[in-house]
């Protein structure tokens, strides 16, 4: 929370974020998440590269599935969370 709050000190127009729920309680990555929300709702264009698939892709407008470095999947969020791909590997479905 501190980087975060330290980032937005420089009023930035994007934010780049790598996993900012690694190893947070369930309710402060709730938190996380609604920060993140309302930033975006505010005109920052945030880059997030998070482990929590379905968080993310609730967040995002689009979205890239890496593997190995490599992208495997890409599109708009919406179809990112109906693909069986996705639900198989990431959301357990």
């Known amino acids: 929370m501190l980087v975060i709050g330290r980032a937005l000190m ?3 127009r994007l934010l780049m ?3 900012p729920s690694l190893g947070l309680a369930p309710f402060v990555v709730f938190t996380v998440f609604g920060s993140i929300r ?4 505010e005109g920052i264009t945030v880059l997030l590269v ?3 698939v379905r968080k993310s892709l609730e967040l995002a407008h689009r979205g890239y599935v ?3 470095g490599r992208i495997v999947l890409s599109g708009d969020s919406a179809t990112l ?5 996705v639900k198989k590997a990431y959301l357990g479905v």
């Open 66 to 68: 890496l593997e190995n």
């Open 17 to 19: 974020m790598d996993k």
């Open 38 to 41: 309302r930033l975006i709702d």
């Open 50 to 52: 998070e482990q929590n």
């Open 10 to 12: 420089s009023n930035p």
């Open 81 to 85: 969370l109906a693909d069986q791909q």
